[in-house]
Nanobody, 121 residues
Framework: QLQASGGGLVQAGGSLRLSCAVS????????MGWFRQAPGKEREFVAA????????QYADSVKGRFTISRNSAKNTVYLQMNSLKYEDTAVYYCAPASDYGPYLYPGFDSWGQGTQVTVSR
């Protein structure tokens, strides 16, 4: 299971920290990512972090503003979001990610409920 939390309503320029508790998976051996889906748009990649946290990858739209991290002891992945923009408004999901690029892990389709992030202008 993937349980995302930490979303909310924030003004543009504000910050939020999302958390994702992972259970029922071999968390420590899996690259993890954050994805988001805005109304009327397809789900898109936001960020990913390697198994030991040494390699991170970001979508161009969030580089320099978002930071992904993980705590293997807690089986949790985080997304620190700073300088939020209106266009960051979306439902955010965590999911296993590919080791080879900004993609979802092949074959994954067990999405959790996600967490809503709303940024007001």
């Amino acid at each position: 299971q993937l349980q995302a939390s930490g979303g909310g309503l924030v003004q543009a320029g504000g910050s939020l920290r999302l958390s994702c508790a992972v259970s029922g998976r071999t968390f420590s051996s899996q690259t993890m990512g954050w994805f988001r889906q805005a109304p009327g748009k397809e789900r898109e990649f936001v960020a990913a972090i390697s198994t030991r946290g040494g390699i991170t990858q970001y979508a161009d739209s969030v580089k320099g503003r978002f930071t992904i991290s993980r705590n293997s002891a807690k089986n949790t992945v985080y997304l620190q979001m700073n300088s939020l923009k209106y266009e960051d408004t979306a439902v955010y999901y965590c999911a296993p990610a590919s080791d080879y690029g900004p993609y979802l892990y092949p074959g994954f389709d067990s999405w959790g409920q996600g967490t809503q992030v709303t940024v007001s202008r």
